[in-house]
């Protein structure tokens, strides 16, 4: 058999052809690093909104959608673009990149004097988030085979959590660490800051030389441009695709929906009962990282589910578990009270379960040729979500409540499970483990 449909393994994994396990360690490598760099974001900019630029609690919620409405701004304008890229010249330069201006944005980020300073940065950090995260959903469709995908998506999902705990847990604490020693809240957030670039340069190292050149189809059959830019609305006549796109609207986003509000609802409480910002800030993280320890612990469990099931049955399942999750919050008073880890774990539970059930479904209707743009589409619809939420939630936040935002995502989850409902009766798609 020639070496390209050689098919490999790694673990439990079945490789697609001409998948080695090499790439799939590096693919591993990256799943663990890039989520945990890119939610890593509001736990500094919390610190560097109370420590830095002393703005005001009061304001803290509208700044924060704000700086999230400049993200989303770009990621709509560049995931196609990406996407298309990564379907002509490969995966790995694009995911490559995106470390690398991940790494730029926080070195710039402590440096900042102003708002909008802030923005500008923020707006380098967003091209960075559409290189990372746009190649890590299309290589974690690339590599495995159609029975496997709910395993390797588990495991990936699995790894998001494990990294965000990790890294989250350790440079969420820095400052708080630095401080202790007699350093300034300044310098201790430009160290914190410094050290999760090095991360970055490093992760655009390893995925530069160990993931696979090229792309999955040879050059004389790749679609023209033209086709490659119109690909991602052309196949929402797919109803299963259509219903990934609206699961991604706030699928993609939860993590970002979660990273930008619950470190600040933490902090911004944790500042009301008489913290300094470095103790707060540390609390805050505290509360996220327990949300993505649940979603850690869960992700294994919820991925060989998938795989035996019809994956729109098991994304109406996954919306389920995400609106409960997000819903529950409604019960909490204080974020900081013992009792309200149950609801921050349920919070976890339905996050990972989103995810995980919306990049099965468009793991397993993208087509191949077209994967990039058809993926980039997917990840424009969760960007227009994370718009709409983020901005609303981040007034709803500071106006009326810090549950608001999660209340509101709680809500189109349940919409997003009563479509699926009638897309499982009307078009249900393959049987579980069917092969694309």
Request: proline fraction near 5%; charged fraction near 10%; include cysteine.
């Amino acid at each position: 058999m020639p070496e390209q449909e050689k098919l490999h393994r790694l673990g439990p994994v079945q490789l697609a052809p001409s998948i080695l396990p090499r790439h799939a360690t590096t693919f591993l490598f990256s799943a663990f690093f890039s989520i945990a760099l890119v939610t890593f974001v509001s736990i500094g900019q919390a610190y560097i909104l109370n420590e830095n630029l002393k703005i005001p609690v009061a304001e803290q919620g509208t700044i924060s959608g704000d700086l999230v409405f400049w993200t989303e701004i770009v990621t709509l304008l560049f995931f196609v673009p990406a996407g298309v890229l990564m379907d002509r010249i490969g995966r790995k330069q694009v995911f490559s990149a995106g470390f690398i201006l991940l790494a730029l944005a926080y070195g710039l980020y402590p440096t900042a004097s102003s708002v909008g300073e802030l923005t500008a940065f923020r707006v380098i950090y967003a091209l960075g988030i559409v290189a990372v995260t746009g190649a890590l959903s299309t290589i974690m469709v690339d590599y495995p085979a159609e029975r496997s995908r709910g395993k390797l998506i588990a495991i990936t999902g699995f790894l998001n959590g494990l990294g965000i705990v990790v890294l989250n847990q350790f440079f969420g604490a820095l400052p708080h660490r630095l401080t202790a020693t007699g350093m300034s809240g300044t310098d201790a957030g430009l160290y914190t800051h410094l050290g999760i670039a090095a991360v970055a340069l490093l992760s655009a190292v390893v995925v530069g030389v160990g993931l696979k050149s090229g792309t999955p189809v040879r050059k004389e059959e790749r679609p023209p441009l033209k086709k490659l830019l119109g690909s991602g609305l052309s196949y929402m006549k797919n109803p299963r695709i259509l219903l990934s796109y609206a699961a991604a609207f706030v699928a993609r986003g939860d993590q970002s929906i979660i990273g930008t509000f619950l470190p600040l609802w933490g902090t911004t409480a944790g500042i009301a009962m008489g913290m300094d910002p470095a103790e707060a800030v540390k609390k805050g993280t505290l509360i996220f990282i327990i949300s993505q320890a649940a979603a850690l612990c869960w992700a294994p469990v919820i991925g060989p589910i998938i795989d035996r099931m019809n994956r729109v049955s098991a994304l109406v399942l996954c919306m389920f578990l995400a609106s409960a999750g997000y819903l529950s919050l409604g019960l909490i008073g204080n974020p900081h009270e013992p009792l309200s880890l149950l609801f921050f774990i349920l919070l976890g539970i339905g996050q990972i379960s989103s995810f995980l059930g919306a990049q099965s479904l468009i793991g397993q209707e993208a087509p191949k040729a077209e994967r990039g743009s058809v993926i980039g589409m997917f990840n424009i619809s969760g960007a227009i979500g994370i718009l709409i939420i983020t901005t609303t939630g981040g007034r709803l936040f500071d106006g009326m409540s810090p549950k608001a935002p999660f209340l509101v995502v709680g809500a189109i989850n349940l919409l997003v499970m009563i479509a699926g409902i009638f897309v499982r009766r009307y078009a249900p798609g393959k049987a579980a483990g069917g092969e694309a």
